[in-house]
C-alpha cells in the first residue's frame, strides 16, 4: 500500500504543492501573488494556519525588531514581481541578531523550494528530455575506467 493510499491528506497536500508549483513562479513573483499563493496552499490541505502566517508574511508572525516587507533587498521588476527566492538568500546572507528571524526566512524559503520543486520543467524541443546528452567517444566503445587484470 503506497503512502497516499493509506493518507489521503498525504496526496490532497501533494495535488496542493503540484497546483502551486504550475500557477506560481517563486523567482516572478508579487506581495500579493504570494499571499495568494500561501492561501491557495492552506485550502489545499499542503500547509496549516500558522505556515499560512508565516507565508503570507503576516505581521502576527514578526517580532517588532525584524526587518519589515516594505522594502525590499532586490529589486522589483515593471510589474512588481520579485524573485523571492534571491530576495531570502539575501535577507539570510545579510544576517539578523535574532537567530529567530534567521529561522523564520529558512522556513519561508524551505516553502518556495517546494513550490519550485513541483514547477512543471521545460521538455527540449528536439524531443531530447531534459536528460543532458550523453558524451560520444571517437571509438564508440565503452572502457572500462579500472585497469585490466593482469593476464597470467
Known amino acids: 500500500m503506497s503512502e497516499s493510499e493509506s493518507s489521503p491528506a498525504v496526496a490532497v497536500a501533494s495535488s496542493g504543492w503540484a497546483r502551486?508549483?504550475?500557477?506560481?513562479?517563486?523567482?516572478?513573483?508579487?506581495?500579493?501573488?504570494?499571499?495568494?499563493?500561501?492561501?491557495?496552499?492552506?485550502a489545499g490541505g499542503a500547509i496549516s494556519m500558522p505556515d499560512l502566517r508565516l507565508l503570507a508574511l503576516e505581521p502576527v508572525t514578526c517580532s517588532p525588531d525584524w526587518p519589515d516587507w516594505n522594502r525590499f533587498e532586490t529589486c522589483e521588476d515593471a510589474d512588481a514581481r520579485l524573485d523571492w527566492m534571491e530576495e531570502l538568500a539575501v535577507r539570510i546572507r545579510r544576517g539578523h541578531p535574532d537567530r529567530a528571524y534567521i529561522g523564520y526566512l529558512e522556513s519561508l524559503r524551505s516553502f518556495l523550494v517546494r513550490v519550485e520543486a513541483a514547477r512543471p520543467r521545460p521538455v527540449a524541443e528536439d524531443g531530447g528530455g531534459t536528460w543532458p546528452s550523453r558524451p560520444s567517444l571517437a571509438s564508440r566503445r565503452l572502457t572500462s575506467p579500472l585497469p585490466r587484470p593482469a593476464s597470467t
Open 20 to 42: 502551486a508549483g504550475m500557477r506560481f513562479d517563486v523567482h516572478r513573483m508579487s506581495k500579493d501573488e504570494l499571499r495568494e499563493m500561501a492561501h491557495q496552499l492552506l
